[in-house]
Every structure is written in structure tokens, then in C-alpha cells.
């Protein structure tokens, strides 16, 4: 009932920059959290930043210097600007909707980080 498309990702050099989204569509419930995990290879899922309907974030120590979260409510959409990209920071990003209704992901978007 919920889909999410999650443009945004690449590849780009350390110290680079990406501003992967994600869009939710379908039955949306009033207050939800969106977010970005990553998962990197050989590691488990990680959350990266989420944000609230009311605009409460919460961001991993890895990122919350580099890394800004935005939602926009009336589209539905997450918006994460990824700065200073480091080379850990090589992985897949999903996106995931939490509410009342259950969880619901992504397909995810490839970050790759070269030195």
C-alpha cells in the first residue's frame, strides 16, 4: 500500500557530495518517520538519519556532522544531503517509512565513495 522510490545515489570521490530523496506514495498515515539505513557489504543494516512528521531528526554519530535529513510533508519526501563522503560510507541506502501500519522499504540506491 506503500511504495517508496529512492533516486539519488552514484558515485563519487572522497569529499564529494549526493542528495539521494525518497518518495513515499500511496496510503500515507498521518504521522509517520522516514528515514535512510545503509548496509554495507559484509555489515548489517544501519540507520543513517530518520526524520519525524513533526521534524524531530535523529542522526548516527558517523554522520550527524555531515549528513542533513529534510522532509517535505505535503509531497511526502525525505530529502538527505550527504557531505564529506567517506570511503565507509560505501553502501546500499534505504529508505524506510515507519508508522502505525507497519514498516515499509525501499529497494535502495548504491552510494559508492573512491578514493
Known amino acids: 500500500q506503500v511504495h517508496l522510490v529512492e533516486p539519488g545515489g552514484g558515485l563519487v570521490q572522497v569529499g564529494g557530495s549526493l542528495s539521494p530523496t525518497c518518495a513515499a506514495s500511496?496510503?500515507?498515515?498521518?504521522?509517520?518517520?522516514m528515514g535512510w539505513y545503509c548496509q554495507a557489504p559484509g555489515k548489517q543494516r544501519e540507520l543513517v538519519a530518520t526524520?519525524?512528521?513533526?521534524?524531530?531528526?535523529n542522526y548516527a554519530d558517523s554522520v550527524k556532522d555531515r549528513f542533513t535529513i529534510v522532509r517535505d510533508n505535503a509531497k511526502n519526501t525525505v530529502y538527505q544531503q550527504m557531505n564529506s563522503l567517506k570511503l565507509e560510507d560505501t553502501a546500499v541506502y534505504c529508505c524506510?517509512?515507519?508508522?502505525?501500519?507497519?514498516?515499509?522499504w525501499g529497494q535502495g540506491t548504491q552510494v559508492t565513495v573512491s578514493s
Open positions: 500511496g496510503t500515507i498515515p498521518r504521522f509517520n518517520t
Open positions: 524506510k517509512l515507519g508508522s502505525f501500519r507497519g514498516d515499509y
Open positions: 526524520n519525524t512528521t513533526g521534524g524531530t531528526t
